[in-house]
Structures are given as structure tokens and as C-alpha cells.
């Protein structure tokens, strides 16, 4: 599930909810063979039409609009199916060519699965999301756990039932991979859900705006860390979460570094670049670390700070990045932006970087 998505989507709710105006709450729960979006895409409906959020790339949108309008209508949680690859679909007007089966949860009630929601964005750390759902004509008991190693927000009366959706809950957690699995009587989604990248950017310099604009639009968080006040500024970085005037050595202490955390050194002053990769390399070293120019840059910031005895492990050395970026053949700052923050997903997500055409299988992970 992607964070931005949800964020917009509880904005809208609460927006929705200080006007009067019902709505429902949309969920991909499953899908077989191939579908624009994944289990976990969410759009949010207002009885007055407004869509917050996707569940496709737009073709299922104004069908599920008129479904979701029938739910508030009926206040009862529905289950809807698309069947792509039926040819008879082109009648509703979908005409998908996903060549899958999609299946939607409609809750016209959706504030435990928006608190639940909420909660999760609390968290600097991995949550689980349970839904529950039929694919029988039955009841449809929608959004109902949250999971954390430190606390369980439930309404599922069944007590056996939770017990069961905890113990895939606590799989989902450590296996860091989504799944659909089939109890009694319902089926459940039990859905991992990450906080959203935060980016910590050493350098407050021209080329920095894109790297910050690129990485808000997909909803991270971003940290500006630079020892010049002028450049450091939020007029120059209106979309930063966090902005920093310091030295390297008190800005690090400050900034929680989880596994979510990477940074970027991309001030252009060579000496504060070592002196932020010196600070880092004595924490604990976040996943990526991009360094801006040349290789010999990097090579020789680490001689010197080996000359210190700061010598990085293996492991170390493996989440540091430089040149930073992937190879895109990116001349301007707005490229080399978004060379730099298309590594950083590839890092993050674990993929190795090749066009989809060479890929073998589905685009997407399947959900067991």
C-alpha cells in the first residue's frame, strides 16, 4: 500500500466528515492473473462523487463510483468482481485488457478501517493490516485488525478467528510480503504496511529542489541538512517536512535513523560531505547512502576517514552508493534527480533495475 495514498485518503475523510457527507471506503482485497493495481490500492467515495485515492488506472473508476454510491445507499459492505478476462466485460463499459479477476470491497461505513488506517501512519515501523472479506455470497466483515509487535487494535468478535489473524499477521511482519489466506468461513488480506521513505538530503544547493520535489510527490519524507542558513530555507524547500542548519556531527544525532532512513550527500563542500559520511559511518549506517560526484570523490573520503581507523564492514560499505544514481544517461539537475531517486526505490523495494519487457512473469509479486 502506498503511504501517500492513505494519507490522502484520510484527509479526505475527515474533510468528508466535517461537511456531513457520507462515504465509502473502496479496497482491492484480491486479484488473480493481472491487474493495474495490487491488493491494498484504496480509493475513497463521497456521496457528491468525489474519488480519492485509485483501484485502477482509471477504466473501473466511474464503475465503481455507481457501486460505491449503492453501498452507502444500502450502508452494507459489498464484494464486487471484475472479470477481465471474460470478453462479455466490454458491456459494462470496463474494457480493462488486464486479463484478471479483480475483487473490491465496498465499506460505506469506513471509520474503524480509517482509524486503523490512521494508526498505521503513526508508526516509524512496519504495521499489518487485516480485511476481511467472502467470496461467497455471505457477509462481508471488511477492515477489522491492526497488527504491531507492540499492540493489537481489533474488533473481531471471534476470538479464535483473531488468534488465526494474528498468527499470519506476525508471518507478514517478519516475512515482509502481503498474503490472502482462507479461514472458516471468510478469506483474509493480511496486508504489510511500510512507512514512507524518509530522505535526508546533505546539501541545500540548486540541484537539491528536484530531488526533494521528485521524492514528495511519492509521498516521502524529506530533510534538508545544510550548514548555510541562506541556502537552508523553507522558501527554497517548501515541500521539506524538516529543515536543518548544522554541522554534520550535530545534525546526525538528531535525525532517528531507521531502516527506512537513506541519505543523499549533495552539498557540493567536500568537507562537509565527509564529515556527514564520518558521522554516519559511526551510528548505525542506513540502508543507502548516495554520494554525489565522482567515484574518486568517494574512494578518497573513505581513505581519509580510514587513515582515522574509521573503516566501514562490508556491510557497510555495501549501502553506500557513488556515483550516486542509476546510469540514465541524466545531464541536467532534473534528471540526475530522478536517477537519484529512482536507485533509492530500486534499493529500497530490493529489485534489480531492467526494463519490464526483459522481465520474466507478472509485473507484480502474487499473493498467496
Known amino acids: 500500500m502506498i503511504m501517500k495514498e492513505v494519507a490522502d485518503i484520510i484527509k479526505a475523510f475527515k474533510v468528508a466528515q466535517q461537511d456531513g457527507r457520507r462515504t465509502a471506503l473502496a479496497t482491492v482485497v484480491h486479484v488473480e492473473g493481472s491487474a493495474y493495481r495490487r491488493p491494498g490500492a484504496r480509493m475513497l467515495v463521497t456521496e457528491t462523487g468525489e474519488l480519492t485515492g485509485a483501484i485502477s488506472g482509471g477504466c ?39 486479463n484478471g479477476i479483480i475483487h473490491i470491497l465496498f465499506e460505506p461505513n469506513p471509520e474503524h478501517a480509517i482509524m486503523l488506517l490512521e494508526k498505521a501512519m503513526e508508526q516509524r515501523q512496519d504495521t499489518i493490516l487485516s480485511t476481511l472479506f467472502s467470496l461467497k455470497h455471505g ?26 489473524i494474528v498468527k499470519h499477521a506476525t508471518e507478514v511482519f517478519y516475512k515482509k510480503t502481503s498474503l490472502v489466506t482462507q479461514y472458516d468461513q471468510v478469506s483474509g488480506f493480511i496486508e504489510l504496511l511500510q512507512p514512507p521513505v524518509s530522505l535526508v538530503i546533505a546539501g541545500a544547493g540548486n540541484d537539491a529542489i528536484p530531488v526533494a520535489d521528485m521524492a514528495k510527490i511519492l509521498g516521502w519524507n524529506i530533510t534538508i541538512v545544510d550548514g548555510r542558513a541562506a541556502q537552508a530555507t523553507q522558501q ?21 535513523i531507521d531502516e527506512r532512513t537513506v541519505f543523499v550527500l549533495m552539498t557540493h563542500n567536500y568537507n562537509y ?29 573513505l581513505e581519509e576517514l580510514s587513515d582515522q581507523g574509521i573503516v566501514p564492514t562490508e556491510e557497510q560499505r555495501a ?8 546510469d540514465l544517461g541524466a545531464e541536467t539537475s532534473e534528471e540526475i534527480a530522478l536517477s537519484i531517486i529512482a536507485e533509492i526505490k530500486s534499493v529500497m523495494t530490493g529489485k534489480k533495475v ?3 519487457r526483459d522481465k520474466k512473469g507478472p509485473i507484480h509479486n502474487v499473493y498467496e
Request: charged share 25%; with cysteine; net charge neutral.
Open 60 to 98: 473501473l473508476e466511474g464503475d465503481a463510483l455507481r457501486k460505491a454510491l449503492f453501498a452507502i445507499s444500502q450502508q452494507q459492505n459489498r464484494l464486487v468482481t471484475y472479470d477481465t478476462t471474460d470478453e462479455e466485460d466490454a458491456k459494462f463499459g470496463i474494457q480493462l485488457g488486464c
Open 139 to 164: 457477509p462481508q466483515p471488511g477492515t477489522c485488525l491492526l497488527y504491531t509487535p507492540d499492540a493489537v487494535l481489533s474488533n473481531v468478535d471471534d476470538k479464535t478467528l483473531e488468534a488465526e
Open 273 to 301: 560531505d565527509i564529515a556527514m559520511l564520518k558521522a554516519l559511518l559511526l551510528q548505525e549506517v542506513p540502508t543507502y547512502i548516495g554520494s554525489l560526484g565522482p567515484r574518486r570523490k568517494l574512494e578518497r573520503m
Open 319 to 326: 549501502n553506500i552508493y557513488g556515483p550516486v544514481g542509476l
Open 354 to 356: 531492467r526494463s519490464l
Open 236 to 256: 527554497r524547500f517548501p515541500k521539506a517536512d524538516k529543515i536543518m542548519v548544522a554541522r554534520p556531527g550535530e545534525a546526525v544525532p538528531l535525525i532517528k
